[in-house]
């Protein structure tokens, strides 16, 4: 039985990555950063401080990554101008899970201050029961934290618990908190790991829709 889902923010509920990783890879090119893109690819899905400590850990602790994050919230900020895009299936999926009573969290790496306003600028923050963002845990994904305080803050334990996610972090993530995985790819397609650890791997929420459904 599914008595509730958890979602991610960035390609999941909004189109975003892909205009997250440009920024970033503007900014890689432009200092002519080497390895760049691929830590990028890397870290997705967990938080700035988790990725700011893997880029130390590559680069040096003397590499300026607020620097060129900032560099690239001002490229991201343009871009994602007038609201960020929703991905296929989004608020359809939001509106079957409220008409069908099964509560529903949101779990960002994305810290509080930048996730609530993009969800309220889309209309969506009354289709949520509970919000968890990265700030708001001591461990981000692949670590369970985020996922497991979801839970708690439904009120559902795990096994009755479904997270959908499209990066491998966040699939580690839901995997280790024993719930149920549900994979919607966007940048990254799932590697021998990955299909592993979810319970499915599903072309759009369109189709998380159907694998509910079934599951009520």
Known sequence: ????????????????????????????EKYRIPDFEDLCYATIGTTDLHMKEVFLSHYGEDFPFDTYMDEMFVLFRKEAEGGLPLKKGAREILAYLKENNIKVALATSTIREKALPEIRNAGLESFFDQFICGDMIENGKPEPDIYLKACEALHVNPANACAVEDSFNGIRSASRAGMHPVMVPDLLQPDDEIRELAECVLPSLLDVIMYIDERR
């Open 1 to 28: 039985m599914i008595d509730a889902v958890v979602f991610d923010m960035d390609g999941v509920i909004f189109d975003s990555e892909k205009i997250y990783l440009k920024c970033l890879t503007a900014v890689g």
